[in-house]
């Protein structure tokens, strides 16, 4: 299957150097590009698109409003936002992820990080590993919102898919888990799929996301 990618940078040699490393891989192809947030809305109106790889910092409309409203107005889940970031600006990537996206990347990636994490948030996972997930979350938990407030959609989840969740949220991989809670990796991967599929989440960075907001995981915690 190719992967359909829009590029969306306010910069035009940096769409030009990421749409020349996507576009020598056989699996990957370049539908479109955009300038801006608004540029990305209207270019995704006209092509089908599986992954936008989104800068946050650019005119008219930033990365995080554009993710915001191409995943609310996401039917099926797709396109997948990939933001991208540099080091001043890892609270505008958690805004975006909040809003949606399905992680984020430093802009000065290797190409074949950049690669296979389109490859990654295509196939429906998240590029961030909860563990970094989690400490930049401690980093700009202030920036969070307000007080923490237990979400109702955790109503619906069973007493051990509650203690994946929180394990998740933590930072551990499919397999500690298993180790944890002594079962089969492979029921943890089902009972985390049913968390996903139960609070309407994406991925497990969103899973971590929803913990910090519900207060089930605090800063430093």
Known sequence: ?????????????????????LDSQPDLTVVGE?????????????VEADVVVMDLRMPTM???EATRRICAASADGRPRVLV????DTEADAFAALRAGASGFLL??????ELLAAIRVVAEG??????????????????????????????????????EILLLVAQGLANAEIAARVHVAEA???????RILA????????????????????????
Do not use: C, W
């Open 1 to 21: 299957m190719t992967v359909r990618v829009v590029i969306v940078d306010d910069q035009a040699l940096v769409r030009a150097g990421f749409r020349m490393v």
């Open 34 to 46: 955009a300038i801006d947030g608004a540029d990305a809305l209207r270019v995704l109106a006209g």
């Open 62 to 64: 930033d990365g995080v």
């Open 84 to 87: 991208l970031t540099t080091f």
């Open 107 to 112: 802009k000065n990636v290797p190409p074949e």
């Open 125 to 162: 996972d998240s590029v961030v590993a909860p563990s970094i997930t989690r400490r930049l979350l401690d980093r700009f938990a202030d920036r969070l919102g307000p007080a923490p407030t237990e979400d109702p959609r955790l109503a619906q989840l069973t007493d051990r898919e509650r």
């Open 187 to 193: 029921t943890v991967k089902t009972h985390v799929g």
């Open 198 to 221: 139960k609070l309407q989440l994406r991925d497990r960075v969103q899973v971590v996301v929803l913990a910090y907001e519900s207060g089930l995981v605090t800063p430093g915690g």
